[in-house]
T-cell receptor, first 111, second 113 residues
Framework: SQQGEEDPQALSIQEGENATMNCSYK?????LQWYRQNSGRGLVHLIL?????REKHSGRLRVTLDTSKKSSSLLITASRAADTASYFC???????????FGAGTILRVKS | DGGITQSPKYLFRKEGQNVTLSCEQN?????MYWYRQDPGQGLRLIYY???????QKGDIAEGYSVSREKKESFPLTVTSAQKNPTAFYLC????????????FGPGTRLTVT
C-alpha cells in the first residue's frame, strides 16, 4: 500500500468555509509536501514541512505535522471556487531517496 | 519563461508500437523524474535521473526506458512490452535529488488501442 494516505477521499464545501485534509504515513520521513492538481493538469507544489517542524503557514494554507502519530493536515481557510482541485501529500522517506505520493483528496468548493 | 514542457498533450497509438514522450526543462535542475497517474490514484515513479548520463528505476519501470544525454531533456519511451500503457504521464524536475520540491510539467495523456 502507499506510504501516504489522504482522508477524506472527497470533500465538498461552500465558498468561504474552511477545508481540512489529512494525510497519514507509515515510515519515518525527512519531509512532507502538499501538492495541488487541477483536472487534467500537472501538479503544483504548495508547501513543504520538515520532520523537525510542527506547523507552517503560507497565505490561506496551514499545514501541521505530528511525527509521533505519523500524520499531517492541510487547512485551507476561506475557501474559493478556484481552490477546487485534487490535493496530494507526498513524503520523502528517510533513506528512500524519492517522494511517495498518496491517492489524493478531491476538493470541490461550491459558489 | 522558465519551466517544464511536455509534448504532445494528447497521444494516440496502436498496440504494439513504441512511443516517446518528450520532457524539457530550462530551470537548470539536476534531477528529473517520470511519473504515471491512473484515474483516482496518486503518482507512481517510473524512472528518475539525478545527473546527466545517469538514471535509476523507480517503482514501475518495466516496459519503459529513458535517456538523459542533456541536462535539459529526459525523454520517456513507452515500449510494446508495457502491458497497460494508457495513462496520464507527468514529468518533474528538482534542484537536487528527492527531498526538494518538485516542479511538474503539464502532462501527456497517452491512449493505446
Amino acid at each position: 500500500s502507499q506510504q501516504g494516505e489522504e482522508d477524506p477521499q472527497a470533500l465538498s464545501i461552500q465558498e468561504g468555509e474552511n477545508a481540512t485534509m489529512n494525510c497519514s504515513y507509515k515510515t519515518s520521513i525527512n519531509n512532507l509536501q502538499w501538492y495541488r492538481q487541477n483536472s487534467g493538469r500537472g501538479l503544483v507544489h504548495l508547501i513543504l514541512i520538515r520532520s523537525n517542524e510542527r506547523e507552517k503557514h503560507s497565505g490561506r494554507l496551514r499545514v501541521t505535522l505530528d511525527t509521533s502519530k505519523k500524520s499531517s493536515s492541510l487547512l485551507i481557510t476561506a475557501s474559493r471556487a478556484a481552490d477546487t482541485a485534487s490535493y496530494f501529500c507526498a513524503t520523502f522517506v528517510q533513506y528512500g531517496n524519492k517522494l511517495v505520493f498518496g491517492a489524493g483528496t478531491i476538493l470541490r468548493v461550491k459558489s | 519563461d522558465g519551466g517544464i514542457t511536455q509534448s504532445p498533450k494528447y497521444l494516440f497509438r496502436k498496440e504494439g508500437q513504441n512511443v516517446t514522450l518528450s520532457c524539457e526543462q530550462n530551470l537548470n535542475h539536476d534531477a528529473m523524474y517520470w511519473y504515471r497517474q491512473d484515474p483516482g490514484q496518486g503518482l507512481r515513479l517510473i524512472y528518475y535521473s539525478q545527473i546527466v548520463n545517469d538514471f535509476q528505476k523507480g517503482d514501475i519501470a518495466e516496459g519503459y526506458s529513458v535517456s538523459r544525454e542533456k541536462k535539459e531533456s529526459f525523454p520517456l519511451t513507452v515500449t510494446s512490452a508495457q502491458k497497460n500503457p494508457t495513462a496520464f504521464y507527468l514529468c518533474a524536475s528538482s534542484v537536487g535529488q528527492g527531498a526538494d520540491e518538485q516542479y511538474f510539467g503539464p502532462g501527456t495523456r497517452l491512449t493505446v488501442t
